[in-house]
């Protein structure tokens, strides 16, 4: 497996922006994709965001448009940039790394909390 740690939540107030970071204690050359998730308390863990190694992106069509998946492969990080948040984005959000090797890998999670 990957670890992973991710880091950059915090509290924001609504319209403002918070850029997430995951960083994967394995070379980005194990890993097919990572991706990022997110949890609100009583909901079910739901998808933001996926880019492949290739560099291929896909999103949540909810949330194309305000957030924003990118790779630094030589940190063997990834980011997600959130923009224009509302007080329903407020969530944990999750990293996961998806390699044929090493399987399916979460981070622990980081907590969002956007006020109104």
Excluded: H
Excluded at 29 to 45: E, H, L, T, V
């Amino acid at each position: 497996q990957v670890q992973l740690v991710e880091s950059g939540g915090g509290l924001v107030q609504a319209g403002g922006s918070l850029r997430l970071s995951c960083s994967a204690s394995r070379s980005a050359f194990s890993i097919d994709a990572m991706g990022w998730y997110r949890q609100a308390p009583g909901k079910q863990r739901e998808f933001i965001a996926r880019i492949t190694s290739s560099g291929s992106r896909n999103y949540a069509d909810v949330l194309k448009g305000r957030f924003t998946i990118a790779t630094d492969n030589a940190k063997n990080t990834v980011y997600l940039q959130m923009n224009s948040l509302k007080p329903e984005d407020t969530a944990d959000y999750y990293c996961r790394a998806d390699g044929p090797a090493t399987g399916t890998s979460w981070g622990q999670g980081t907590q969002v909390t956007v006020s109104s």
